[in-house]
């Protein structure tokens, strides 16, 4: 009698319930799908670690989700290519297809990378101390090229070059090799999609923008380096994120990694409050951030453009939040040039105006035996105490620990 193999409703091999994937497989299940968030159910082959690494560093990172894109994006072959592998005629193909986009070099971001650290490593090298030397630009012309508003009561902010030229000096090996990964890291992809007057453009304002930001909080200070320009690359990744949300693979990882790293910027600049003695400045960092993300919303590419029928209620949202960060942008750039149009120049954390500082022993002014902090206003009282004996430069740093003894 021949066997016959036992049906579900008997029991037997085929009515057995799978067993449960293992923890291991759940999770790399779990991160395969966060990493590819493009696709609705599972993700191809190829979402692994390895592409979000290379997406970071390429261009072609924003895809529409439309069918024929996505087999391109998915490595099928092309029509034509359909046709030849049957042996028939190709198909004439019109138009410019997404597989065949170039992307721009990234010129600029490469020539500017490497324009500031052979400016740095050139006079850095002539220094006895080569990893922490101050050098670039201003090794050049020393104190013309730093971003400084007064310098005693010298009214600096007419310099309109210093708002640009000290992105091009750096405090040693650390300050300019992080500013020049920020900028490749996050640069190399936006230029190669947004193309280079972009994001030459964005950088560069970025940097104005950071030094209006100092002026504002840090203005007795002076400023070096691109950081600025380096972070509104970060805030343009930010914005045409958000422009670009649905149709940017990997959004979702993109996302995370630029919270945590402004994150941390902000734990940084909480510890260096507490220290008191940093000379980093976040508030440029802040201000080439927002400027940055402004502009990546505003001028930045978007894709819905491209196809402006087919994604118009999309549009319609965007152009209000262009709208809405358009006129909040103005109202708080006109509120800061008005801020640093003042003189003497005040910052937010210390609205007293001054321009001159110098700490002086003198027991008939001070009775107490020790220096004490002075400021001014204008040159009668810079010629007044100048004219006394034991004054000496300070940094107002000191005195701002220490606490001012006279303030005009």
């Given at each position: 009698?021949?066997w016959?193999a036992?049906?579900?409703q008997?029991g037997?091999?085929s009515?057995?319930v799978?067993d ?8 790399c299940?779990a991160w395969?799908?966060?990493l590819?968030a493009?696709?609705e159910?599972?993700p191809?082959?190829?979402?692994t670690?390895a ?12 895809d ?10 998915q490595?099928?072959?092309?029509p034509s290519a359909q046709f030849?592998q049957?042996g ?8 410019k297809a997404?597989?065949d986009e170039?992307d ?6 490469l020539s ?5 650290f052979?400016l740095?490593v050139?006079?850095?090298a002539q220094?006895e101390?080569?990893?922490s030397?101050?050098?670039g630009?201003?090794?050049?012309v020393?104190?013309?090229?730093n971003?400084?508003?007064?310098s ?9 070059w210093?708002w640009l030229?000290y ?11 992080l500013n ?6 996050v ?12 994001t030459l453009?964005?950088f ?6 950071a030094?209006?930001n ?5 203005g007795h ?5 691109m950081s600025?320009?380096?972070y509104?690359l970060?805030g343009m990744?930010?914005g045409?994120?958000?422009l670009?949300?649905?149709?940017t ?5 993109e996302?995370l990694v ?5 994150a941390l910027d902000?734990?940084?600049a909480?510890a ?6 940093s000379e980093v ?5 802040f201000?080439?951030?927002a400027?940055?993300f402004?502009l990546?919303?505003l ?7 491209e196809?402006k029928?087919?994604?118009?209620k999309?549009?319609?949202?965007e ?10 942008g ?7 040039i008005?801020w ?12 007293t105006?001054w321009?001159?500082?110098r700490?002086?022993f ?9 220096f004490?902090?002075?400021r001014?206003q204008d040159?009668?009282?810079v010629s007044?105490f100048e004219?006394?004996a ?8 000191v005195?701002e620990g220490?606490?001012w003894?006279y303030?005009?």
């Amino acid at each position: 009698m021949p066997w016959v193999a036992p049906s579900p409703q008997h029991g037997g091999p085929s009515d057995q319930v799978p067993d449960a994937p293992g923890w291991g497989t759940r999770c790399c299940r779990a991160w395969r799908r966060f990493l590819d968030a493009d696709c609705e159910q599972q993700p191809p082959e190829g979402s692994t670690t390895a592409s979000l690494v290379r997406h970071f560093f390429d261009g072609r990172s924003l895809d529409r989700r439309a069918a024929r894109k996505k087999r391109c994006s998915q490595g099928a072959p092309r029509p034509s290519a359909q046709f030849r592998q049957r042996g028939m005629l190709q198909a004439t193909v019109s138009g410019k297809a997404i597989e065949d986009e170039r992307d721009y070099w990234p010129v600029f971001v490469l020539s500017q990378s490497l324009l500031v650290f052979l400016l740095w490593v050139i006079f850095a090298a002539q220094s006895e101390e080569f990893f922490s030397a101050k050098a670039g630009l201003d090794s050049i012309v020393p104190g013309t090229t730093n971003m400084a508003i007064h310098s005693d009561c010298e009214d600096l902010r007419w310099q309109i070059w210093r708002w640009l030229t000290y992105q091009f000096t750096h405090a040693g090996l650390s300050h300019v090799g992080l500013n020049i990964f920020i900028v490749l890291v996050v640069g190399m992809r936006l230029e190669m999609y947004h193309g280079h007057v972009r994001t030459l453009v964005v950088f560069n304002l970025g940097v104005i923008c950071a030094a209006f930001n100092f002026a504002v909080a840090d203005g007795h200070a002076s400023l070096i380096g691109m950081s600025g320009g380096a972070y509104a690359l970060m805030g343009m990744t930010f914005g045409s994120l958000i422009l670009n949300w649905h149709d940017t693979r990997y959004r979702r990882p993109e996302l995370l990694v630029l919270l945590v790293l402004f994150a941390l910027d902000l734990v940084f600049a909480y510890a260096d409050g507490l220290a008191k003695d940093s000379e980093v400045s976040h508030s440029a960092h802040f201000g080439g951030y927002a400027a940055g993300f402004v502009l990546g919303i505003l001028v930045g590419r978007n894709l819905d453009e491209e196809e402006k029928q087919e994604h118009a209620k999309t549009l319609r949202c965007e152009r209000i939040l262009q709208l809405v960060l358009g006129v909040v942008g103005a109202i708080v750039l006109v509120s800061v040039i008005a801020w640093a149009a003042q003189w003497p120049p005040r910052t937010l954390s210390d609205t007293t105006p001054w321009c001159w500082n110098r700490q002086i022993f003198n027991q008939s002014l001070f009775p107490e035996f020790r220096f004490h902090c002075i400021r001014c206003q204008d040159e009668s009282c810079v010629s007044r105490f100048e004219a006394m004996a034991n004054v000496e430069q300070v940094s107002f740093r000191v005195c701002e620990g220490v606490g001012w003894s006279y303030s005009q």
